[in-house]
RNA sequence: GGCGCCAUAGCCAAGCGGUAAGGCAGAGGUCUGCAAAACCUUUAUCCCCCGGUCCGAUUCCGGGUGGCGCCUCCA
C-alpha cells in the first residue's frame, strides 16, 4: 500500500514497524456541540483508512480520543474550556454535555458505516497519564512552570513546525494576542493549566488543581495504548499547523523522537464554494441532512467522489447528484443478481477486483475505484459473479449497496385527504378505461397542484408527496 | 507579510510522460395514451495563460493569472 505522508511530503509505501499489526491514532471530536458534516467527511477518511488496511490483511490497533475536557474556546491558552462554556449555556455538568454529545456522535458514526477504532480513549479517564506526560516534560526541561500553568518551551525544540512548515520567527507579528507575558516564546503552548477556584473540571496535580492542556491528551493517550513507536497518526487537515506540530513537540520532548511515522491528514469539505462556518448558516449536521431527505450513505457517497487529500465543495447540487448516483448504481447491481455465472463473467469480475484493490491501496483512491465499480456494473453480460465482486467492494465503500429500500418518513396525509386521493386514482383509472386522457390527464395535474405525484405501474396507481 | 493546497466539460471528479476514468445534469432513442421509472446511445480535437525540457506534457521545470485554506478555536 502507499500513502501520502504530511510529514515528509511524498507518497510512501507502507510499512508497518510490528509485522501485520497496524498501529494507529486518530485524532478524535471534542463533544461540546454536534459534530458537522465536515467532521464526518474526516472521520469517512478515517473508516476508509481502517477499510483498506484491513481489507490488505492487517491486524488494526486503533485509538481515538473523545476530547472532553482541555480545549479551549480562544486564543490558545487562555479563554474558557469548550466543555466548561457549553456546560454553563446550557445549565448542565461537562459530563453530561459529554456524555450527550458523546451519544450523538457515535450514533451517526454508525449510521454513517464508520467502523469504531478499538478503543475509545476519553481524555477525562486519562489525567494521571498526562500529568506524568507533563511531569516528564518539566524533569527534561521542555516544559516551564508559570502562574497560570505549565507551558511547552518551543525553542527548546528546534524542529518546531516540521510538519506545516511553518517558521517560528515568521509568524505574522501581533496576530496572536499577547495576554501572557510570562511566556517565553509567544507560541509557547500549555500542557497543563491551573485551575481557578470556580473551574468545574479540575484535579490534583503536583502544581496544585488543574486541568489538561488540549493537545498533551494525544501524546499521552497514543504512548499509553501504541507505544513509543505506532505507525499512523490521523487527523483533519486544520491539525497540522498547531495541534499536531505540539503533539509532535511534545513526544520529542519526552522520548526524543517523534512516535508516528506516517501521519495522513484529511482535507476539508467546504460549503458553497468557501469556510463552513456558524456565523454564514452553512454549517450541517447529519440529522439535518436527513430531514431534508438525504440518507446517511448519501452523505458518504458524496464523499467517496472526491479524493481525500482534495479539497471537497459541498453543494446541494452536489448531493442530489450522489443521491441519484447511489440510487441508480443499486439498481444497475440488481440487474446482476440471480444471473448466470460464467467463465467470462467470472474472469472479467476478477480482473475488475484486481484494478479496484490497486485503487484502493494506492493512498486510497476511492474516486477511481468508485469509477471502476461503475464499469464493472455496466458490464453488458449479467451475472452473480459481478454481483458478489462488487458487494465484496462495498466492505470498502460501505454505501450498503444490498439496501434497496430504505425506511422512508411515514407520510403525513391525512386519512381523509388520503381518501379523496384514492378515489381521484379510481375516477383517473376509469378516465383511462374510456379512454378519456384529457380526463386523466386533468385529474393528474389537479393533484400535482396539491403537490401529490401519481405513477402509473403494471400493478396499478400509486401516489406519493412532491 | 509567512505557510500550504488547488486550477480538467453545465456541475462533482480521476488521471503521476504516450495522446482525456466515472457520476450528475443535458440531448437522442426504446418502453408508456401521456407522465414517471428503467434501459440503450451520445456529450472535452483537449485539460487557466506564457515560456522551457523531451520524439512526445493535462501530466516534469520556471514564470504569470485566478481560487481556497491556515497563521485565533475548528475535521
Known sequence: MKFYNSLTRQREE????????????????????????????????????????????????????????????????????KMAKTAREQAKTPWEIAEYYTKIFMRDIER??????????????????????????????????????????????????????????????????????????????????????EHIMQWESPWGMGYPGWH???????????????????????????????????????????????????????VDGGKMSKSLNNVYTLDQLNDLGYKPCDFRYFCLNAHYRQKLNFTFEGLNAAK?????????????????VTEETTAVSE???????????????????????????????????????????????AVNLDVICEDVPEDTVDDDLSKIIEEKIKMRADAKKQKNYSEADNIRSELESIGIILTDTPAGTTWKKK
Not at 502562574?147 to 501581533?174: C, H, P, R, W
Not at 490497486?358 to 464493472?376: C, H, T
Request: proline share 4%; aromatic share 12%; hydrophobic share 35%.
Open 216 to 270: 498533551i491528551e494525544c501524546s499521552a493517550m497514543g504512548l499509553k495504548y501504541l507505544g513509543e513507536y505506532f505507525d499512523i497518526h490521523t487527523g483533519g487537515v486544520d491539525h497540522i499547523p498547531i495541534h499536531h506540530e505540539n503533539e509532535i513537540a511534545q513526544t520529542c520532548g519526552l522520548l526524543g523522537h517523534p512516535a508516528a511515522k506516517y501521519w495522513l491528514h484529511g482535507e476539508f469539505m467546504l
Open 324 to 340: 441519484k448516483s447511489l440510487s441508480n448504481l443499486k439498481n444497475a447491481l440488481l440487474n446482476h443478481k440471480n444471473k448466470p
Open 351 to 397: 480482473k475488475y477486483y484486481a484494478e479496484f484493490c490497486e485503487a484502493v491501496s494506492d493512498d486510497l483512491n476511492i474516486p477511481r475505484a468508485l469509477g471502476i465499480v461503475w464499469n464493472l456494473v455496466k458490464y453488458e453480460t449479467k451475472s452473480q459473479t459481478i454481483y458478489d465482486k462488487i458487494m465484496e467492494m462495498d466492505k470498502i465503500l
Open 112 to 197: 454513517l458505516n464508520i467502523e469504531k477504532p478499538e478503543i475509545i480513549a476519553h481524555a477525562t479517564d486519562h489525567i494521571p497519564e498526562m500529568i506524568a506526560f507533563v511531569s516528564g516534560l518539566v524533569e527534561r526541561g521542555y516544559a516551564y512552570e508559570t502562574s497560570d500553568g505549565i507551558y511547552f518551551d518551543v525553542l527548546k525544540f528546534s524542529e518546531y513546525g516540521m510538519l506545516s512548515g511553518n517558521k517560528l520567527e515568521e509568524q505574522k507579528a501581533g496576530a496572536r494576542v499577547e495576554i501572557n507575558d510570562e511566556k517565553h516564546h509567544p507560541a509557547d503552548f500549555a500542557v497543563w493549566k491551573k485551575a481557578p477556584r
Open 14 to 81: 507502507f510499512i508497518p514497524q510490528k509485522g501485520n499489526d497496524v498501529y494507529i491514532y486518530s485524532c478524535g471530536p471534542t463533544v461540546y456541540n454536534y459534530a458537522h458534516i465536515g467532521n464526518f467527511r474526516t472521520y469517512i477518511f478515517m473508516d476508509l483508512l481502517r477499510r483498506s488496511l484491513k481489507w490488505n490483511g492487517y491486524k488494526l490497533h486503533h485509538v481515538m480520543n473523545i476530547t472532553d475536557v482541555g480545549h479551549l474556546v480562544s486564543d490558545g491558552d487562555e479563554g474558557e474550556d
